[in-house]
């Protein structure tokens, strides 16, 4: 393991002690810390905790909000809730893929973008919603999009 990845790693291990409800603050830690949760932390993390390798790499596959690769320079997400879907988030999510190259769940090869589903914003009367690098914009049209990626030289 990287040390960097294992010096963040073994403080995120400290501040969060063998609890029961530890994994989720503790994997939430480490992807505020390193941006993502690297699989070799897995079977570290699974020992901490006194957890089996495969219950934690559930987790972290389950929840959509867990990477186990680090981001694109960019990240663009697109919300997929209920409220947004019935208001065109699929055609959205559809332009941007297309217009970046860039299929949803991934980054593109050149780490410039990536491109996430999100389940709600707190959003829904303005939706359809995306954040784009962590910022949230509201009522969002194809046009819409291709201006804010245009600002961001995508
Ligand atoms: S459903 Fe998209 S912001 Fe709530």
Do not use: W
């Amino acid at each position: 393991m990287d040390t960097s990845v294992n010096d963040s790693l073994a403080a995120v291990l400290a501040a969060h002690p063998p609890a029961p409800g530890a994994l989720l603050p503790l994997l939430h830690a480490l992807q505020d810390t390193l941006g993502h949760v690297p699989p070799e932390s897995v079977p570290v993390i699974a020992e901490h905790l006194n957890l089996s390798r495969a219950e934690v790499h559930g987790v972290v596959s389950y929840y959509h909000f867990f990477r186990q690769a680090p981001a694109g320079r960019t990240v663009l997400q697109v919300c997929r809730a209920e409220a947004c879907q019935s208001r065109g988030a699929d055609r959205l999510l559809a332009h941007a893929e297309q217009r970046l190259g860039c299929a949803s769940h991934s980054t593109r090869a050149d780490g410039a973008v990536t491109v996430e589903p999100i389940y709600c914003l707190g959003l829904c009367a303005s939706s359809p919603a995306l954040m784009l690098n962590e910022r949230v914009h509201a009522r969002m049209t194809a046009a819409k999009l291709d201006a804010l990626l245009e600002k961001e030289g995508l």
